[in-house]
């Protein structure tokens, strides 16, 4: 069976992204592919992560994963997007790295998915604004001791990636930036569903309206609807038109006053991040979808 996992990272989808495949779960399910709900497999699987990782075990893990989203014979891909399995919201990050309990439950997802074909899918954000969204979470542990992580210029993605390549290398691993999404959310959500449907999936502008002023989304989706993009590349120069045309500013603006960063250090912050993505682009196993 296909497996697709959509780990998160947290602060980047909200969800959208499986909210948007369950809106299409009857069209995708005519293809064999099943979109479960969060509460039907999440915490079936961090417990029996949880299990191996302590060294105890999960016996048919797999198999009860399978009765829980009731999947059929007819199931060939399985979408299972959730950013709790890769780690809870406080847990996302210390005072040196991203995800720092990866590795374990890197290998203990890999345990339970034995014999499977897995792709993992992971968009990462820049620090620059991943930090102050984490903070003002009110939900971050030890806060003091992430507020004085001091500048976050030792914060990098690169070394997550490694960790999941390392402990799961046969799985296919698939990557975007947070902040391309405007331009690529559609190729990520055929991705991550393994199919192309003729038209859009339905509901799949609601994210616009995380990023335009109000409206703007609904007349994005008619253009298109209107005059339907002969590629991928023509759909996001109309994108980048509507964004240039209807951003709201409000709703993209990160307030860093809680790290007592200055501008400057958010552009050093940024280029750090810039680097660090094009290290993971050259990575052998790693496909990073790019506009």
Request: net charge negative; hydrophobic share 45%; aromatic share 8%.
């Amino acid at each position: 069976m296909e497996i697709a996992l959509h780990l998160g990272a947290h602060l980047t989808d909200d969800s959208q992204l499986r909210d948007c495949l369950l809106a299409n779960s009857d069209m995708l399910a005519g293809q064999g592919i099943l979109v479960p709900r969060a509460r039907d497999f999440q915490k079936l699987l961090s417990d029996a992560a949880e299990h191996i990782s302590s060294g105890h075990g999960a016996p048919k893990a797999f198999e009860r994963l399978l009765a829980s989203v009731e999947a059929s014979e007819d199931t060939r891909r399985l979408v299972l997007s959730a950013q709790r399995l890769l780690s809870r919201l406080p847990d996302a990050m210390d005072n040196t790295r991203f995800y720092p309990g990866a590795k374990q439950r890197i290998a203990a997802l890999r345990h339970i998915f034995a014999g499977q074909d897995v792709e993992i899918f992971l968009a990462i954000r820049n620090p620059a604004s991943f930090m102050p969204a984490y903070l003002a979470t009110g939900r971050a542990q030890a806060q003091a001791e992430i507020a004085a992580l001091a500048d976050a210029t030792g914060l990098r993605w690169s070394l997550l990636i490694e960790e999941i390549r390392n402990a799961w290398p046969e799985a296919k691993l698939t990557l975007w930036c947070d902040e391309d999404t405007p331009f690529i959310w559609h190729r990520v959500l055929r991705l991550v569903a393994g199919y192309n449907p003729e038209k859009e999936f339905e509901s799949s502008f609601n994210w616009f309206d995380t990023v335009l002023v109000e409206g703007a989304s609904q007349k994005l989706a008619a253009y298109l609807q209107a005059s339907p993009p002969v590629d991928d590349s023509h759909r996001q120069k109309v994108i980048s038109v509507f964004l240039d045309k209807f951003c709201d500013d409000q709703k993209l603006d990160i307030d860093v006053s809680v790290t007592g960063w200055d501008e400057a250090h958010v552009d050093l912050l940024t280029e750090l991040y810039e680097a660090d993505t094009a290290r993971i682009a050259a990575m052998n196993g790693v496909m990073l979808i790019q506009p």
